[in-house]
């Protein structure tokens, strides 16, 4: 039986790509299935770290105390909402976030992703997260799907110049990965101040998991969207809307005629 050749460079890359793995995370590569080596010397005195005191006799038994917990999720979310509480304006938000260090996606990614458009418009377009594109640019919806966006909002008279978009996460999650519940949970507060300082009369969710996150409903994108639900921002009443996300699209073209219908309501609303 002959072995089937060995991939080539360009066919590795390839393959990788198409598994979502598009950036590297440090120069070297390093292969994780083996065991580091350690010196001899480092060796022994691992041995002698490791070795269990003997007992003197007479001498009472002693407890080695327990190993430190690791701190729970709910120190970093209460440490995110603090912080953005504290952001008197959109450009403190964001200084704000360049050097927050209590979410590890923030470690992966290339830059922050913080929003596009203009703060005074009345309406604010928020999806769930950054893209590889996005990343690499800085700002939201820039890629395939942040053109269809373009193409979407253009269709009821609107421009990046009249609407203000964001994410629920600023960083992108290594591979484009679906980000975890925790990480969602402690990037939540900063958009909700986001949202608070913009200050829509509209905001629309766009997907799923932006629109659970925000809306904080456990219903699915098919039962919530072109339905108006009421976003309190503690100062006052939004209006707000969920429609399908424009990645969702691209996938399923055939739901466009419901995105359309979900724009035409928001068209409606703000020529009111």
């Given at each position: 039986?002959?072995?089937?050749?060995?991939?080539?460079?360009?066919?590795?890359?390839?393959?990788?790509?198409?598994?979502?793995?598009?950036?590297?995370?440090?120069?070297?590569?390093?292969?994780?299935?083996?065991?580091?080596?350690?010196?001899?010397?480092?060796?022994?005195?691992?041995?002698?770290?490791?070795?269990?005191?003997?007992?003197?006799?007479?001498?009472?038994?002693?407890?080695?105390?327990?190993?430190?917990?690791?701190?729970?999720?709910?120190?970093?979310?209460?440490?995110?909402?603090?912080?953005?509480?504290?952001?008197?304006?959109?450009?403190?938000?964001?200084?704000?976030?360049?050097?927050?260090?209590?979410?590890?996606?923030?470690?992966?990614?290339?830059?922050?992703?913080?929003?596009?458009?203009?703060?005074?418009?009345r309406v604010m377009?928020?999806?769930?997260?950054?893209?590889?594109?996005?990343?690499?640019?800085?700002?939201?919806?820039?890629?395939?799907?942040?053109?269809?966006?373009?193409?979407?909002?253009?269709?009821?008279?609107?421009?990046?110049?009249?609407?203000?978009?964001?994410?629920?996460?600023?960083?992108?999650?290594?591979?484009?990965?679906?980000?975890?519940?925790?990480?969602?949970?402690?990037?939540?507060?900063?958009?909700?101040?986001?949202?608070?300082l913009v200050d829509?009369?509209?905001?629309?969710?766009?997907?799923?998991?932006?629109?659970?996150?925000?809306?904080?409903?456990?219903?699915?994108?098919?039962?919530?969207?072109?339905?108006?639900?009421?976003?309190?921002?503690?100062?006052?009443?939004?209006?707000?809307?969920?429609?399908?996300?424009?990645?969702?699209?691209?996938?399923?073209?055939?739901?466009?005629?419901?995105?359309?219908?979900?724009?035409?309501?928001?068209?409606?609303?703000?020529?009111?």
């Amino acid at each position: 039986m002959i072995p089937e050749p060995l991939p080539n460079i360009r066919q590795l890359l390839a393959f990788y790509l198409e598994a979502g793995v598009d950036c590297a995370l440090s120069d070297e590569p390093v292969n994780r299935l083996i065991e580091p080596e350690i010196a001899p010397a480092a060796a022994s005195a691992v041995a002698r770290e490791t070795q269990p005191p003997q007992p003197v006799r007479g001498a009472p038994a002693i407890i080695p105390p327990r190993g430190e917990p690791p701190p729970p999720p709910d120190a970093a979310i209460a440490s995110a909402r603090e912080a953005a509480r504290s952001a008197p304006s959109l450009e403190a938000l964001r200084a704000l976030l360049e050097t927050f260090d209590g979410c590890a996606l923030r470690q992966t990614a290339t830059r922050l992703v913080f929003a596009d458009g203009n703060p005074q418009a009345r309406v604010m377009f928020v999806g769930e997260a950054p893209g590889r594109d996005e990343d690499i640019e800085g700002l939201p919806f820039v890629g395939r799907s942040g053109k269809l966006l373009d193409r979407m909002i253009g269709a009821i008279g609107l421009d990046r110049t009249k609407a203000y978009i964001a994410n629920v996460i600023p960083w992108r999650p290594p591979g484009n990965r679906t980000p975890t519940p925790q990480e969602t949970q402690i990037c939540l507060p900063f958009i909700q101040r986001q949202i608070e300082l913009v200050d829509p009369d509209v905001l629309v969710t766009l997907g799923n998991p932006s629109t659970q996150a925000i809306l904080g409903t456990r219903e699915g994108i098919m039962r919530t969207r072109g339905r108006w639900l009421d976003y309190d921002t503690g100062k006052r009443t939004i209006r707000a809307i969920a429609t399908f996300h424009p990645a969702y699209l691209l996938r399923s073209p055939s739901y466009k005629r419901l995105s359309w219908q979900d724009l035409r309501a928001i068209a409606k609303v703000l020529a009111s």
